[in-house]
């Protein structure tokens, strides 16, 4: 037993500095509150993977669903003669919000949503989200959350935890 505690010691640090998280929020607009419909905008992507955006934007959807709101997701739109993918326009994304009655946009960044590159493996998730006013989008709440599993941990449930510790932050009723 005492052999045990010694190698359960010993292998501490490692098993903790494997699942590292850290989430930031900034303060929200007064008397900010999502409740009833929210938009969601495709998500950007800043990642080598280029299902990354999308990800991130259906794991935002399914946990703000699982928070009592009504989600519309936003299609992504098709890429142009470069390949580039065009975002909604602040126009678009006003009239999506007013069609629905939404109390907020909701948008972000997949930051990173990779396998790291060192001898372990492990899967690294970051996004950045921010919350829009639905009128003219000006920023009502910003936070960001990321995101590093370990040993078994899957990429999507890596990313599905930074997600929801972001949602956590979030002024939501």
């Keep these: 037993m005492h052999t045990l505690k010694r ?9 903790i500095a494997g699942c590292v998280s850290n ?9 900010i ?8 905008a495709p998500f950007a992507n800043a990642t080598d993977d280029d299902n990354a955006g999308r990800a991130f934007a259906d794991l935002i959807a399914t ?3 699982y928070h009592g709101l009504v989600v519309v997701s936003l299609p992504p739109k098709p890429t142009d003669d ?3 993918v065009p975002t909604y ?12 009655n939404a109390s907020g ?16 493996g492990d ?25 590093t599993g370990l040993v078994y941990a899957s990429l999507a449930g890596t990313a599905q935890t930074a997600i929801r510790d972001v949602v956590a932050r979030m002024p939501i009723r």
Excluded: C
Aim: charged content about 20%; cysteine-free; glycine content about 8%.
């Design 33 to 40: 509150k999502l409740t009833g419909t929210v938009v969601i």
């Design 89 to 100: 326009t602040t126009e678009e994304l006003i009239q999506a919000a007013k069609k629905n």
């Design 7 to 15: 190698i359960l010691f010993l292998l501490a640090p490692i098993l």
């Design 123 to 147: 899967p690294a998730a970051g996004v950045y989200v921010e919350i829009l006013d639905p009128t003219n989008l000006a920023a009502m709440w910003h936070g960001s959350s990321s995101r």
């Design 63 to 65: 946990e703000l669903a």
């Design 82 to 84: 470069l390949g580039a």
């Design 105 to 120: 946009i909701v948008r972000g960044t997949a930051i990173e949503f990779r396998y790291k590159t060192d001898l372990d």
């Design 23 to 31: 989430v930031e929020s900034g303060p929200a607009k007064p008397d």
